[in-house]
């Protein structure tokens, strides 16, 4: 299984010059605890940034800063993490953790936009795959001891 297998492919993004105001209302609308910053066209939106929930709240209400002054370009972490849609899932985790991130932005060979994945959306799937493997290595040694009685 890879990564264009479980990302979800409706992805929330928003320009540089978004108002942070609207960033969190989109947030708040659709769920979410992350925006893509993308430039470019529709079909052809590459990510430039992603800002998050947290970011939020740690660069604009801790810091006690006028949100009506901010667009998201002001607050967002730029080059966000990215891998190709065909890469594993356990490559995708890795890269999480090596970036210390909990999500990547999905992108195609020309690094267009093509979704998101998060940790949340790898770990059930992991976990599935990991049962799967200790059953097998049960059933095997099973198979041993029954043929060596």
Do not use: W
């Not at 065909?86 to 999480?96: I, V």
């Not at 195609?108 to 770990?123: K, Q, W």
């Amino acid at each position: 299984m890879n990564v264009g297998e479980i990302c979800s492919r409706i992805v929330v993004f928003a320009e540089s010059g978004t108002p942070v105001q609207q960033a969190a209302k989109l947030m708040r609308d659709h769920h979410i605890g992350a925006l893509v910053v993308t430039e470019g066209a529709a079909g052809a939106r590459r990510p430039i940034g992603i800002v998050t929930d947290r970011d939020l709240v740690v660069e604009v209400v801790a810091a006690d800063v006028d949100y009506r002054m901010l667009s998201v370009g002001d607050i967002m972490s730029e080059r966000p993490s990215t891998i190709k849609e065909a890469a594993g899932l356990f490559e995708a985790a890795a890269q999480m953790r090596s970036g210390g991130v909990r999500r990547l932005v999905v992108v195609d060979a020309g690094e267009h936009l093509l979704g998101i994945v998060a940790m949340d959306d790898l770990l059930p799937v992991m976990a599935e795959e990991l049962s799967a493997i200790a059953l097998a290595i049960r059933a095997e040694q099973r198979r041993e001891t029954q043929r060596r009685r």
